[in-house]
Nanobody
Framework: QVQLVESGGGLVQAGGSLRLSCAAS????????LGWFRQAPGKEREFVAA????????FYTDSVKGRFTISRDNAKNTVYLQMNSLKPEDAANYYC??????????????????WGQGTLVTVSS
C-alpha cells in the first residue's frame, strides 16, 4: 500500500495560482488511480479531481473545470494539482487520495483506500 504526503499549500490572493504535489512511497504507485479532495471548515469533504493510473483519463468537479489540472509523473511517484484563477471558495484543506480501482470510482470518497494528511490552501479576496 502507498503512503501519500501532500505539499504546496499556502496563502494566495484571489486570481492567483498554486501547485499542489502529492508524493507517494511504495513501488506500486503506478497501479493506483489518484485524486484530490478538499474540505472547507464546516463542510463535507468533496471530490475535486482524479486521474487514471496511466494518466490518460481525468475527471474534475464542475466548479474547477478549466481552472485546475491534475497530472501525474509515475517515474517520480508524484501527482500534481495545478490550480489557477483561484477563488475564495477554493480555500480548504486539500487531500490526496488513492485507490486500486478506477479513476471513476475515486469520485466517491467511500472508494478511497489511502488518504494523505492534507495541505491547507487559503485564498484571500
Amino acid at each position: 500500500q502507498v503512503q501519500l504526503v501532500e505539499s504546496g499549500g499556502g496563502l494566495v490572493q484571489a486570481g492567483g495560482s498554486l501547485r499542489l504535489s502529492c508524493a507517494a512511497s511504495g513501488r506500486t504507485f503506478s497501479n493506483y488511480a489518484l485524486g484530490w479532495f478538499r474540505q472547507a471548515p464546516g463542510k463535507e469533504r468533496e471530490f475535486v479531481a482524479a486521474i487514471s493510473w496511466g494518466g490518460t483519463i481525468t475527471f474534475y468537479t464542475d466548479s474547477v473545470k478549466g481552472r485546475f489540472t491534475i497530472s501525474r509523473d509515475n517515474a517520480k511517484n508524484t501527482v500534481y494539482l495545478q490550480m489557477n484563477s483561484l477563488k475564495p471558495e477554493d480555500a480548504a484543506n486539500y487531500y490526496c487520495a488513492a485507490t486500486l480501482s478506477t479513476a471513476t470510482a475515486l469520485k466517491s470518497s467511500g472508494n478511497v483506500e489511502v488518504w494523505g494528511q492534507g495541505t491547507l490552501v487559503t485564498v484571500s479576496s
